[in-house]
C-alpha cells in the first residue's frame, strides 16, 4: 500500500486534476455520459458516496442538482481544491436561498471504516480502480463499496481498458514499451504499482463481481476513441459537432463490440 499511495499521490500533487473533464473533447464526453448514467439510476434526492472524487468535478454538480454527496479524496492536493470549489458552490447556493449537501473526507477506497453499513443510496467509484494493482486492495475496494451502500442501491465503478491504454499511449515508437508494461507473453492484463494507471480486459473486470453480492446492469464506454483521435493534429470538433456525436455515443455506449476503444469505461451494478 505504501509504494501504491506514493506513487498515487506523486502524480496528482504535479498534475491539474481539476480541469481534466473539460478541456478535451474526450473529457467533455466522459463527463456528459458519466453524468447521464448517474442520472439513469440514481433517484431524486439520493444520498451518494463518490470515492476518489479527485477536485469535486462529478460531487460539486451533483450537490447543486439536489442530491446529498459525501465526497472522498485521498490526495491532499486534490481534497483542498475539492473544499473550495464545494464551499463556493455553498455560497452560490446560500445567495440565490437554497442549499446544497456536500461533505468532502480524506480517505482511501480500500478502508471505509468510517462508514456505516448499507448508509448509501449510490456509490460512485471513479478513481481507486486506476490505481489498485494487488488483487487483494481490489477485493478490498470493491468489498467496502458494496458494504456502505443500501440493499437495492446502485454501484458505478470507472476503469480503463487496457486496449485503449496501448492504442492511445504506445502505437508509436514506444509500442514495445506498451505491450511489456500491459501485457504478459499469452498477452494477459498486468498490474502493478508502477504502470500508474492499470487497465483491464473488458471481461476481467467483469468478472471481479461475479462473487459478490451484485448483479449487473451495464458495462459502459464513457469517451469510446475521441481520445486516439485528439492526438491527430488535424482533428477539430465545433460544439455542434460535438453535440451529434454525443446523441450517437449515447446510442451505442453499451455495444460490446466497442466498449475495448474506449479509455475509461463504467461497470454498474445493483447491490442484492
Known amino acids: 500500500m505504501d509504494e501504491r499511495l506514493t506513487i498515487v499521490k506523486g502524480f496528482y ?7 481534466r473533464l473539460e478541456r478535451s473533447r474526450h473529457g467533455q464526453l466522459e463527463f456528459a455520459t458519466t453524468m447521464e448514467y448517474i442520472r439513469r439510476y440514481a433517484k431524486p434526492g439520493a444520498k451518494m458516496i463518490e470515492l476518489g472524487a479527485g477536485t469535486g468535478r462529478y460531487s460539486v454538480t451533483l450537490a447543486k442538482q439536489g442530491f446529498d454527496v459525501t465526497a472522498v479524496e485521498l490526495v491532499e492536493k486534490n481534497l483542498e481544491v475539492l473544499r473550495a470549489n464545494a464551499a463556493a458552490a455553498a ?7 437554497r442549499g446544497v449537501r456536500l461533505q468532502a473526507i480524506q480517505g482511501d477506497a480500500t478502508d471505509l471504516s468510517g462508514f456505516g453499513d448499507e448508509a448509501y ?6 478513481g481507486p480502480m486506476y490505481h489498485l494493482y494487488e488483487p487483494a486492495e481490489v477485493r ?39 505491450l511489456v508494461e500491459n501485457f504478459d507473453e499469452a498477452y494477459r492484463t498486468k498490474h502493478f504499482a508502477e504502470q500508474l494507471f492499470t487497465g483491464y480486459d473488458i471481461t476481467e473486470f467483469e468478472g471481479l463481481f461475479t462473487d459478490e453480492s451484485v448483479e449487473p446492469c451495464a458495462t459502459v464506454a464513457v469517451d469510446t476513441v475521441l481520445e486516439l483521435a485528439e492526438d491527430r493534429e488535424d482533428f477539430s470538433m465545433t460544439d455542434e459537432a ?7 455515443h449515447l446510442a451505442t455506449c453499451e455495444k460490446r463490440e466497442l466498449l475495448g476503444a474506449s479509455s475509461h469505461l463504467l461497470y454498474i451494478c445493483r447491490k442484492i
Open 140 to 178: 478490498k475496494a470493491i468489498r467496502e463499496a458494496i458494504r456502505v451502500t443500501k440493499k437495492g442501491g446502485v454501484l458505478l465503478f470507472a476503469f480503463l481498458s487496457v486496449y485503449a491504454i496501448l492504442f492511445d499511449n504506445y502505437l508509436k515508437e514506444t509500442l514495445h514499451d506498451g
Open 242 to 248: 460535438f453535440e451529434e456525436f454525443l446523441k450517437y
Open 13 to 19: 500533487e504535479e498534475s491539474c486534476e481539476d480541469t
Open 91 to 97: 455560497a452560490e447556493a446560500s445567495a440565490e436561498a
Open 121 to 126: 443510496d449510490v456509490t460512485l467509484s471513479f
